[in-house]
């Protein structure tokens, strides 16, 4: 067996030892995704400031490899971003995991393009984004 | 075409091995590995006999059936009609009247739901277990919405058997109306000990329903020894094909209840003020019935019943038995459910391995397994894990297969340590 | 796969006498005369497309749908959920979840009188006309034991065409809820207009269902040109398989509607105290669904597009007027339902002959046709007959049979006078 | 085309010209037997005698020609007969349509044995005897 370029090692590393995971004490945001096929979820917490930009964010993630690791790498990548970067970031994701290509701006998310082959897992790597999603249009309620 | 379906069945089954040449799909490849299908518990593969049966109906005597005064017709619906009699067989029925066509056990088990439960009063109780697929849950959560009457669960033990202490209770009001309860568990592999379930029930007053899906697959079944009222499966896990499934249920009972569905084909006289009812069975059979598939389920119980349920028992208590020492050698590894009277349903956790990954990461080398809940979350809650991952076997599966399962979950296990 | 099927239709459909070939039965005998198959509107032959599409599927790339996470599952998952977007375009849908897979138009009529249904109060009316099938009649008049709501029926016109004055009057009221009515009558052969029909409905207040289980197979449908809001059809009078049919009604209508059956695949969350549904279609599909023959119905709808519905409804035009022209000519036949706006469904009636013995004396010459009440007994009674012989056309329905037809209905008569 | 063995001359002749069609003004006892598939219909009136022989009999038949055939020439053969006897004949008659041989004592009624490969057509025949079959259930019940 030859370890699946899906599996690869920045995904597996983000699983076991996930950067951004947890809670964040000065949290002025939420949001929240499950997936009700499998029970899996994933709870973000962000600081937001006022222009709607994301200064800090962590997630606590009860899922598979696929999930936990785009979590951790999409909160990586949105530190520190505006909201329509945001917005263009979660279509350049949606776009290489329905298709394969990744855009280049995807960065190391591009990781998740494999999954085109592999369709009834986009919705775990897309559940990190579902709850980023969530969180971004309550702030802009606000 | 029937005759011809035995023979080359019986043929086949000379070998167990030769059994999975009947099986064409067995040959194809995954990601560029031979297919391992190990998830005959969610649907089985289909023989030849099954295809060639269905696709010679619709190339050589199809027609609509009942209604037609002309040959094809007349030939159609004889042929529909004998599989009534061979399920009747096949099930041990007291009469082909009993035998109801369905699209699959859901649907009979919402028939049962709608039309019997039509009957039952508020302050009756339906009982269910803790180990119900969703299709014999939700139907009888929509009755009780509608209908008032109180729905009550009986327990599993720790290791997945039925609680029958519990079950005792349960019935001990006297108020329990229908107890409906599986006869194998899809997620736990657990067999049910219908005779004596049904035994508490009419001791109780109550009527009893078992969902035989998983069963039927496995485990000759007569309901007449198992003194059932109501018994379903489904087509498309016993070697058939999809959009079939059947309801038996006692005579006497069937005579009471109501339609479900109206249309042609189940009334007798049809007048705007009042229509009246065909006799059973075809009262509850409205519109043209999924006549190719019956007919098709017709040549998968001549299949099954030409290799024969001893063969097809010992095959899968060998397999079981080889898998779960495989499966226990897989250091992390943790089988869910360990009845002692169980069949080739095995299901799984894996420490650090979340079962959507063991399922992606199988399906990369061929394997087909199943991973999530399995249609029975309250089980999954009651067992305290989220998902699991499933192995389930048919009469194809060969015990290299398991091996091969077995070493690539170490293999798998171990990129995640 | 779906694209082979489309090449080898539209390479048959270079000729509509082509269109033989790809029906294998046709050159089936029948009491050892060519098999000359007049029982189209009852059901039709299926194509070798369909046939093969079916039996391919089963042999390389069948698995149970939706659950699997495995290649083999999510592939035949897209095959299953590419028909529904199939079916959307055939119909004209808004959008591919108003599409939900039932098994026939009966279960598609009986999913409305029962989830639609559940929301119409005590004397509000549902109304459907004198020449409607069993299959739109029995349903509502369950609904009407049930929930107290009013039954009423509009009347047909003496040539078998809707009385649209009627209509009119019949709608005045403004308790009607719904009307139900056919798109196309299987025994007279009329086509209503169901646009008209739409916008008095909506006019008055009341939505409007359309059993287009003849009609789809004549016609391209445009829900959204008829302004509908409920449209069935099933799936073996279209040259597909049995066990499949299709209900199509508006998104926001389906999403207030509760679940009909309950089972897997249609929760979103199940606990034993509550449970939740999932979005449409799922919400209406309970169990493992018909999937092959969902895939059949795709290959059908593939077949019938290749060929097109200009060529379709000209062949069929053209027939029906040889038809009704030597049939006129045979002496004593009288043909029911003379309406202007007819299909390739002729119902007729030979002085001195019964309509059971035409049957048996055409088929002892190979033509198959229908004779009965054709699931309709109350248009009986209006049309003052007990039963009537019935001719119905498909695509590969030749002139030459229909002057055979004529033929031989001459002879038969001329044993009994 | 050659006219088919089931449409035989007798049958035909009974259809057009029915020997034993109608009421009868003394009768004693009434059958009656409905086809909901298509609405035909055999109503029969009978002269019973005290053992319950059938002295007279007649029928009003709406149907097709092999339900007015078969009811007239029951009529024929059932007149002077006993119930035992009756009840024979209608076994041997349900025999002579289910396998195509006809039992020597059926004499003309085994015009109807070619019925056993028209399935669909047995009950037009049928219809008659469950009429008939009625009638004396409904005697001996008296
Ligand atoms: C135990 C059990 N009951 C019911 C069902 C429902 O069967 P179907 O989806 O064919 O209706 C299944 C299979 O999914 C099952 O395993
Ligand atoms: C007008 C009409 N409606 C409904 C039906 C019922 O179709 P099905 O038996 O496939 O449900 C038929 C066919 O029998 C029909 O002709």
């Known amino acids: 067996m030859t370890q699946d370029d899906l599996y690869r090692t920045v995904v597996l590393q983000r699983t076991k030892t996930p950067l951004y995971a947890g809670k964040l004490a000065q949290a002025n945001a939420q949001g929240q995704g499950t997936n009700p096929l499998c029970g899996d979820r994933v709870h973000l917490h962000a600081v937001i400031d006022a222009q709607g930009r994301i200064d800090a964010i962590r997630h606590e993630t009860r899922g598979c490899a696929i999930c936990a690791a785009s979590a951790d790498l999409m909160a990586e990548r949105v530190t520190g971003q505006e909201p329509a970067r945001i917005r263009q970031l979660h279509a350049d994701m949606e776009a290489a995991v329905q298709t394969g290509n990744a855009p280049a701006a995807l960065g190391e998310l591009s990781a998740f393009a494999p999954l085109h082959r592999h369709r009834s897992r986009i919705r775990c790597a897309m559940l990190p984004w579902t709850a980023l999603m969530e969180m971004l249009n309550d702030d802009k309620d606000r | ?417």
């Open chain 2, 1 to 417: 075409m029937m005759d011809q379906v035995v023979t080359q069945a019986s043929d086949a089954a000379g070998s167990l091995r030769h059994i999975r040449a009947d099986f064409p799909i067995l040959t194809q490849k995954v990601h560029g590995k031979d297919l391992v299908f190990l998830d005959s518990a969610a649907s089985a593969q289909k023989p030849r006999q099954v295809i060639d049966c269905m696709a010679e109906t619709m190339r050589t005597q199809y027609a609509n059936i009942h209604r037609g005064l002309y040959w094809m017709s007349e030939r159609t619906t004889e042929a529909y009609e004998a599989v009534r009699d061979q399920v009747a067989g096949f099930l041990g029925a007291g009469a082909r009247e009993e035998i109801i066509f369905t699209r699959n056990s859901t649907e009979a088990i919402n028939l049962v739901a709608h039309s019997y439960g039509s009957l039952l009063r508020p302050g009756q109780v339906v009982l269910i277990s803790e180990m119900e697929h969703h299709a014999n849950i939700v139907p009888w959560q929509m009755l009780r919405d509608r209908a008032g009457i109180e729905l009550r669960v009986t327990p599993v033990t720790d290791d997945g058997a039925l609680d029958m202490e519990a079950l005792g209770q349960n019935l001990s009001d006297g108020r329990v109306a229908l107890v409906a309860i599986t006869h194998m568990s899809n997620v736990l592999g657990t067999i049910t000990d219908a005779r004596a379930i049904a035994d508490m029930a009419h001791a109780a007053g109550a009527k009893v329903l078992f969902d035989g899906s998983q069963l039927a697959v496995h485990r000759r079944v007569n309901v007449r020894e198992l003194d059932a009222d109501f018994y379903v499966l489904t087509g498309h896990k016993l070697y058939g094909p999809t959009g079939i499934g059947v309801l038996w249920a006692r005579r006497e009972i069937l005579d009471e209840m109501p339609p479900f569905l109206g249309g042609g084909d189940m009334i007798s006289t049809v007048s705007f003020g009042r229509s009246t009812w065909a006799p059973v069975p075809h009262k509850f059979e409205a519109g043209t019935p999924a006549i190719i598939e019956t007919i098709g389920l017709g040549a998968a119980i001549s299949y099954i019943e030409s290799i024969g349920f001893d063969r097809i028992g010992a095959h899968e208590e060998a397999l079981t038995a080889h898998a779960l020492k495989a499966l226990g050698q897989v250091s992390g590894l943790k089988v869910i459910g360990t009845a002692p009277e169980r069949g080739g349903v095995i299901s799984f956790t894996m420490a650090d391995v979340h079962p959507h990954d063991i399922a992606t990461l199988l399906d990369r080398n061929g394997i087909a397994v199943r991973a999530g809940h399995h249609c029975a979350e309250p089980l999954m809650r009651r067992l305290g894990v989220s998902a699991t991952a499933r192995a389930s076997f048919g009469i194809y599966t060969t015990p290299e297969e398991i091996d091969l399962l077995a070493a690539t979950l170490v293999q798998i296990r171990g990129f995640f340590v």
